[in-house]
């Protein structure tokens, strides 16, 4: 069985600092592991993913994800954070023979001014 | 560019009412899927299907139909609507190449059962 975990419901973080959300995940097999965020009232829309090689993988809006195989963690990382960042964030994994999507729980992420 | 189209947005129904919400993409994406959404609980699946005429349950199929008789189209159905079936619904679609391709989204369709 496939799952995924996102330990924090809610990250806080001052504008211009790092932030970090959180994913841990148990898939069998070779994971393709994915990050989605959420505005209100609006549908999920992809940031980024992990298939295979490169452990830092770089997406959309200045996020990147470090996947590590050993800890089996896929945590979101940005730099800098900014206010227009707030929001709901999923990580999701399947097994690469799988159809299916496993999402965690969700983060949302507040970054105040 | 329309990509996945919900319909409708918003919807409040009686107990053991029935409805369909509809769900069509524009981009010939052979996988599609239904999906819940409660409140910290995650996106459940429902439903979902790999082509015209194949369909198979996920991890919450009771109480829901679906039917796909077209690349475009994947609507869910509700017969007996219950009190518990109130949740907000996604629809998603992705493309055949490749188990790595992101799902696309639908913005939802928030149903109410009273």
């Known amino acids: 069985a496939q799952s995924v975990a996102q330990p924090e419901d809610q990250v806080n973080v001052a504008e211009g600092n790092p932030l970090t959300v959180k994913c841990t995940y148990s898939?069998?097999?070779?994971?393709?592991l994915f990050w989605y965020v959420q505005y209100p009232n609006r549908g999920l829309q992809f940031l980024l993913k992990y298939i295979t090689g490169d452990n830092l993988v770089k997406g959309s809006y200045g996020f990147e994800a470090e996947f590590n195989k050993s800890q089996t963690s896929f945590h979101l990382k940005k730099p800098s954070a900014l206010v227009s960042d707030s929001a709901l964030y999923f990580c999701a994994g399947q097994n690469s023979g799988y159809s299916t999507l496993t999402f965690g729980k969700g983060t949302m992420l507040l970054v105040s001014p | 560019n329309a990509g996945v189209t919900q319909t409708p947005k918003f919807r409040i129904l009686k107990i053991g009412q029935s409805m369909t919400l509809q769900c069509t993409q524009d981009m010939n994406h052979n996988y599609m899927y239904w999906y819940r959404q409660d409140p910290g609980m995650g996106l459940k699946l429902i439903y979902y299907s790999v082509g015209a005429g194949i369909t198979d349950k996920g991890e919450v199929p009771n109480g829901y139909n679906v039917s796909r008789s077209t690349t475009e189209d994947f609507p869910l159905r509700l017969e007996l609507a219950a009190p518990s079936q109130t949740s907000v619904y996604f629809c998603a679609s992705r493309q055949w190449v490749g188990t790595e391709q992101p799902q696309h989204f639908g913005d939802g369709t928030r149903l109410s059962i009273l």
């Open positions: 898939v069998s097999g070779n994971p393709y």
